[in-house]
């Protein structure tokens, strides 16, 4: 009987675990090569999370293009989908002829939260608190005096009473400068240090202490202006802001909108070895924020009738602490991009992010995005039938003319080429 309860997984190598997985899944020697691979990861994938048997790579495509503040970046992106990496670095070419794009941020501050329960006044409670304020930023603040050195750590703290269904709580917000860290750590550090402290402050009992990912004090935007008779005419403008106004008023095409954001910004952020998942917490409650969730972009036409694009989100990310300082790859993406602060990474990726949406507006508001992905979709349908060297552009040409983008087809395009050759 084949089970999963492996006690003592973690203690093995991963060359061990990897024996297990083996014998339980039928891998052969091939599958087994190829899973244990951690490529340029080598033995730090194994210090990097638990029960590692190797790594799973993804490809890592360079957007080109990108002028941003004056400067050019060549922007490293790790993505599975195909189209992401080429539409980017168009968009970003349409950009530079009104100046690319500008950016801005402001400072990286994180907010950890304190959940205070059973608190018998809250009101007097959350004055106490404010009264406290310096002690308790005091206190935070001695966890942490690399960081208060650098300029950062806990600088403000902010009271809320909340009406919850199991009755009110006292939520305190701890606001700290994390400078060039994602934050995390420095922050629940601060927030579980406090805790004692802010019970006997307010005689309640503190529960959760942890960060919040709606950054909304770690804000980057970027803004750029896209020439009409570049983009294809004022009716592409038209369009585009037709297709803005869509996902400002149905959440269905919303979520979409902010999904092809998200397909740039977590490029860079994978390819920058940070944490994606925080990042796209953090953008989907920001739009959210006004109570209806809403773009993450802003699109109209400026005096001149070109088109206008604004994107604000919040950006928890880090060059120092995480994944991003001790990942090989991550390390030289950093380098490729040349920032020296989290803030600057923040305001790149915020670019990314809006000529993402650019680019598939644009692609949508006009030919649609099927012509496009459509040609390297058949690619990858041509190599999964077998196609190889310049098989695979001639069986490609046939799928696309015929609309028939299907593996079945694939394979029989590829025997006729192939006869056709022998012949
Ligand atoms: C596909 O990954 C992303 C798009 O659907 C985004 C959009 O519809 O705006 C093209």
Partial sequence: MKTS?????YKLSSKERLEIVRDFAG??????????????????ADRMIENVVGAMPLPLGIAVNFMINGRDYLIPMAIEEPSVVAAASNAAKMARPKGGFQTSSTEPIMIGQIQVTNVPDSSSAQVALLEQKQSILDRANEKDPMLVKLGGGAKDLEVRVIDTAVGPMVIVHLLVNVKDAMGANAVNTMAEAVAPF??????????????????????????AVFGKEIIGGEEVVDGIISAYHFAKSDPYRCATHNKGIMNGIDAVVIATGN???????????????????????????????DLVG?????????LVGGATAVHPTAKINIKILGVKTANELAEIIAAV????????LRALATEGIQKGHMSLHARNVAI??????ELIDKVVEILVKEKQVRIDRAKEVLNNLSLEKKA
Wanted: negative net charge; aromatic residues 6%; glycine residues 12%.
């Fill in 310 to 318: 604004t994107i604000e989100l919040p950006l928890a990310l880090g």
């Fill in 353 to 360: 992010g809006l000529a993402q949406n650019f680019a598939a």
């Fill in 384 to 389: 999964a039938a077998g196609a190889q060297g």
């Fill in 198 to 223: 802010i019970e006997h402050i307010t005689g309640g009992n503190v529960n959760l202490r942890i960060i919040s990912n709606l950054a909304t004090y770690r804000l980057a935007s970027a803004r």
């Fill in 27 to 44: 891998l052969n020697e091939e599958e087994i090569a190829a899973l244990g691979n951690t490529g340029s990861l080598g033995k730090i």
């Fill in 5 to 9: 309860q492996l006690s003592g997984f």
């Fill in 275 to 305: 944490d994606f998942r925080a990042v796209e917490a953090g953008a989907h409650a920001y739009a959210s924020i006004r109570g209806q969730y809403l773009p993450l972009t802003h699109w109209e036409k400026n005096e001149t009738h």
